[in-house]
C-alpha cells in the first residue's frame, strides 16, 4: 500500500513563505496525477493544488498565483512552495493522488499567524 509523509510545516507570519514536501512510498514515475490537499480546523479536506504528468498544474482560485506544485521523481518526493502566505492558509497539509485518493498519510500543520 502507497504511504504518503507530508513534512516542512510550522508556524509563519502572513508574507511569509514555506516549502512542503511530501515523501512517497512508489515511484513517481508510475503516478500520473499527484496532489496537495488541505483541512482548515472545523472543515473539510480540500484540493488545493494538482500536477498532472509532470507538466500540467492545477491550483484552487484561494492560492493561484501564490503556492507551486512541483515534483522530483528520483526521489519520490513532490514539493508544494507557498508564498505570501495568508491566515486563511492556516491548515493541516497532505498530498494524495488525485483524483481518487488513497488512505491518507500524515499530514504537516502550517500555522500563519502573527
Known amino acids: 500500500q502507497v504511504q504518503f509523509v507530508a513534512t516542512g510545516g510550522g508556524l509563519v507570519q502572513p508574507g511569509g513563505s514555506l516549502r512542503l514536501s511530501c515523501a512517497i512510498s512508489r515511484s513517481l514515475s508510475t503516478i500520473f496525477a499527484m496532489g496537495w490537499y488541505r483541512q482548515a480546523p472545523g472543515a473539510q479536506r480540500v484540493l488545493v493544488a494538482t500536477l498532472i504528468d509532470g507538466v500540467t498544474t492545477n491550483y484552487a482560485d484561494v492560492v493561484k498565483g501564490r503556492f507551486t506544485i512541483s515534483k522530483d521523481d528520483a526521489n519520490n518526493t513532490v514539493y508544494l512552495q507557498m508564498n505570501n502566505l495568508k491566515p486563511a492558509d492556516t491548515a493541516v497539509y497532505y498530498c494524495?493522488?488525485?483524483?481518487?485518493?488513497?488512505?491518507w498519510g500524515r499530514g504537516t500543520r502550517v500555522t500563519v499567524s502573527s
Open positions: 494524495n493522488f488525485t483524483p481518487s485518493p488513497r488512505s
